[in-house]
């Protein structure tokens, strides 16, 4: 941003220049401070007419800015919003608030409290690393404090600012949810624009599996020492499948209950809600640690881990040879990304043990979080594939991905375990997973399957005076049910029956209540109720 930004207005006979930062009123008492106005004309004499009409502008004489007839300096503007961008009519707020509603009630559901964090951030909390398309995306700019800020692209990085904000008065596990607007410039596709709202549920403070095992107390009659020993010897190890079945003879597996699953859930509860079935809406699984072992393997150094992430993360999007290029410039053996390749080509949990073995932590883990989606219930809803492993450079372990089964739109949502964001803020780490769920790409589903619902406005009470001389006395019946609670639409002129029934009809008014000039000196009121078309005079004092 320039350091002294101004505001050009153009018009085919005037140019006229803002100085938006030393712009003031007081401009006396800042003698630094500037408007400037230049007249231009279009002939060949341009220059001395400009200079003639800057000195009538600074004199105060004809020519000014006030002498230009106000036709002259209207200019149409273009009335649709920015481009990537949407307005929110009435129809269209009532079926955003509908959404929402949904969001918090399956988050209040599962326990979850509602956070929230500025639109505009710090820069640097969405810079990590180099190669994420995020970091491509940012509306970025430097503030008047010579600050580097960002509207936010998305909700994870600010969560984890607050949570090292709070730092130790926070007592976890915490279990929030936030739903915020995000912005990133990129391109836009069916259910992806520039600006969107995403629901976010995040659990803080649970380990994954593989951090449980090692705390898990293991205990069967007249065997615990054996089995003890046992434990110690397949931790050094690291035979984390072996540890998962003794786990299960020991009847620990409550010690294992993965927040992942638990998020999951919670999405397939929305998805039920909103009239969503297994066969419309599917989710794939990965872990990241698949990535991991596979590099590891071929002795990858770990600091092209997120690297390789972000390349893999393209592999639906571009052709199969880039994401080759792409690997070898990130320094990759022809060899080891034939192998990666194919393992990321795995589609199910057998062959995926068959290439890394059952010991490793990726394969025990996922089996895990299978093995709990049948007890919560949705195991027809996820189904495995290893090419999964998320775009963001700090997911950590198991990812996942809703998706349409038809393939008509770009992910629904996605999420996963991210243990180590913290550190990279300067932070303490702590375990932490959670998922981004846009609200357009669902809204283009439910349209794809015909759910979107009607959400008209919904009014419990039109008024309507009968005399123009009782408008006042209408006000005063609206006054006393809008004091009780009741939404009240007050006809604010003098409109005939006709008018009002079909406002009374398009509003979904429950009650029609007329003030009439006999009933009135009773101060009384007629009720008519719009579905049944009974009709009572009723005390103003009674309404209810």
């Not at 927040?259 to 079935?277: D, N, Q, W």
Request: glycine content about 6%; overall charge neutral; hydrophobic content about 40%.
């Amino acid at each position: 941003m320039p350091a002294n930004p101004s505001l050009l207005i153009r018009h085919p006979n005037l140019l006229l220049t803002l100085s938006l930062r030393c712009f003031s009123l007081s401009s006396a008492t800042r003698p630094s401070r500037t408007f400037t106005l230049l007249r231009t004309c279009c002939s060949s004499s341009s220059s001395s007419s400009t200079a003639n009409s800057n000195d009538n502008v600074r004199s105060g004489r004809s020519g000014s800015l006030s002498s230009i007839p106000a036709h002259d300096l209207a200019q149409k503007i273009d009335v649709n919003p920015p481009k990537g961008t949407r307005d929110f009519p009435p129809e269209d707020m009532r079926l955003r608030n509908w959404l929402f509603h949904n969001f918090r009630e399956v988050s209040q559901m599962f326990a979850f409290e509602e956070v929230d964090f500025p639109v505009l951030e710090s820069e640097a909390l969405f810079i990590r690393k180099a190669g994420e398309e995020i970091r491509d995306q940012l509306y970025c700019f430097e503030d008047r404090g010579n600050r580097r800020v960002a509207l936010r692209p998305e909700l994870t990085p600010s969560l984890a600012r607050l949570v090292i904000q709070k730092g130790k008065s926070l007592s976890l596990p915490l279990k929030w949810f936030a739903v915020g607007q995000c912005w990133r410039y990129e391109r836009m596709t069916r259910g992806r624009r520039r600006e969107h709202y995403q629901w976010n549920m995040d659990i803080i403070g649970v380990s994954d599996v593989t951090s449980k095992l090692r705390h898990c107390s293991f205990e069967v009659p007249n065997e615990a020492d054996l089995l003890k020993e046992k434990l110690d010897f397949l931790m050094n190890l690291k035979t984390y499948s072996t540890l998962l079945q003794l786990a299960a003879e020991a009847n620990e597996e409550s010690c294992f209950w993965e927040a992942e699953a638990e998020l999951i859930s919670s999405i397939v509860t929305f998805f039920k809600r909103i009239g969503i079935t297994a066969s419309d809406v599917g989710f794939k699984v990965s872990s990241r640690k698949v990535l991991q072992e596979v590099l590891r393997c071929y002795s990858i150094p770990n600091e092209l881990f997120g690297k390789v992430c972000i390349i893999i993360d393209k592999i639906e999007k571009v052709p199969i040879d880039e994401i080759k290029r792409e690997l070898s410039s990130a320094e990759l053996s022809d060899e080891a990304i034939e192998e990666l390749l194919q393992v990321l080509s795995v589609k199910s949990l057998t062959k995926l043990e068959e290439k890394l073995g059952a010991a490793g932590e990726a394969v025990a883990e996922l089996k895990l979080l299978f093995s709990l989606a049948e007890k919560f219930g949705y195991s027809e809803w996820i189904q495995f594939d290893a090419s999964v492993v998320r775009g963001l450079a700090y997911y950590t372990g198991i990812v996942f991905e809703g998706f349409d089964r038809e393939g008509k739109l770009r992910a629904i949502c996605g999420g996963g375990r991210y243990d180590r964001l913290l550190s990279t803020f300067g932070g303490e780490d702590i375990p932490a997973c959670g998922f981004g769920f846009g609200d357009a790409v669902v809204l283009e589903l439910l349209k794809e399957k015909g759910l979107i619902p009607e959400v008209g406005q919904q009014v419990e009470n039109i008024v309507c005076a009968l005399d123009p001389d009782l408008q006042g006395a209408a006000a005063g019946v609206a006054t006393i049910l809008r004091g009780k609670g009741q939404s009240v639409d007050l006809v604010l002129e003098n409109k005939p029956l006709k008018w009002v029934f079909k406002r009374a009809s398009r509003i979904n008014a429950r009650r029609l209540i007329l003030v009439g000039s006999s009933e009135w000196e009773k101060r009384e009121v007629s009720v008519k109720h719009l579905s049944s078309g009974e009709q009572y005079q009723i005390k103003v004092d009674k309404l209810e």
